[in-house]
């Protein structure tokens, strides 16, 4: 894991440079006057290219069935969950069957996370010119107690939306985040509660 550490201005770069401007999706409103309509609508329309371009090429570090089976797994989000974290982004989650029991409890303390337990959020921008972008996937997996320590026994993954895996240090732009502000949490980060599956 140490290898795939690199500067948290790495990291900035690659999520600038992950991102893919998308026409086609475009409205007439910057992303912050976005209803959760309107953010479903241009997840309806990036979905299948967003899922066809994840996949593309050699995933190398990255598990190949964990970015082809995400979009089979359990959905965690009713719609695209407001930007927040991931720079801003609009975020769809999903969560492979191991977790989704306990992730779909959204519990805000004492959560027990077990191993093996996978989530994928797949990621899009609008500008305040209503210009779309497609964004990574990011991608979480719950490894065996002690096998990670420094990141609270979390791998954390990035997929650009060309199918390239990105390097990024996963202590300073992941770990630190999810284990400050979602640590009584098991380190999971929800979605926003209106866009939360009821």
């Given at each position: 894991m140490q290898s795939r550490l690199v500067s948290l201005g790495s990291f900035a770069v690659?999520?600038?440079?992950?991102?893919?401007?998308?026409?086609?999706?475009?409205?007439?409103?910057?992303?912050?006057?976005?209803?959760?309509?309107?953010?479903?609508?241009?997840?309806?329309?990036?979905?299948?290219?967003?899922?066809?371009g994840y996949q593309n090429g050699p995933k190398r570090w990255i598990p190949a069935d964990f970015v082809k089976d995400y979009p089979n797994w359990t959905q965690a989000s009713a719609f695209p969950a407001a930007p927040g974290f991931h720079g801003g982004r609009f975020l769809m989650t999903y969560?492979?069957?191991i977790g989704a029991d306990e992730y779909l409890k959204y519990k805000a303390e004492?959560?027990?996370?077990?191993?093996?337990?996978?989530?994928?959020?797949?990621?899009?921008?609008?500008?305040?010119?209503?210009?779309?972008?497609?964004?990574?996937?990011?991608?979480?997996?719950?490894?065996a107690g002690g096998k990670s320590p420094d990141t609270g026994d979390w791998y954390y993954?990035?997929?650009?939306?060309?199918g390239s895996p990105q390097a990024v240090n996963v202590i300073t732009a992941c770990s630190e985040?999810?284990?400050?502000?979602?640590?009584?949490?098991?380190?999971?980060?929800?979605?926003?509660?209106?866009?939360?599956?009821?």
């Amino acid at each position: 894991m140490q290898s795939r550490l690199v500067s948290l201005g790495s990291f900035a770069v690659a999520l600038l440079m992950s991102s893919t401007a998308y026409a086609a999706c475009d409205v007439q409103k910057s992303g912050d006057e976005l209803t959760a309509d309107e953010a479903q609508s241009i997840y309806d329309c990036l979905k299948s290219d967003l899922q066809t371009g994840y996949q593309n090429g050699p995933k190398r570090w990255i598990p190949a069935d964990f970015v082809k089976d995400y979009p089979n797994w359990t959905q965690a989000s009713a719609f695209p969950a407001a930007p927040g974290f991931h720079g801003g982004r609009f975020l769809m989650t999903y969560v492979n069957s191991i977790g989704a029991d306990e992730y779909l409890k959204y519990k805000a303390e004492n959560v027990t996370v077990p191993a093996g337990t996978r989530i994928a959020k797949e990621s899009f921008s609008v500008d305040g010119d209503g210009k779309v972008s497609k964004g990574p996937l990011f991608l979480m997996e719950k490894v065996a107690g002690g096998k990670s320590p420094d990141t609270g026994d979390w791998y954390y993954m990035m997929v650009s939306p060309n199918g390239s895996p990105q390097a990024v240090n996963v202590i300073t732009a992941c770990s630190e985040c999810h284990l400050e502000n979602f640590g009584e949490q098991g380190g999971l980060g929800y979605p926003v509660e209106d866009a939360r599956i009821k």
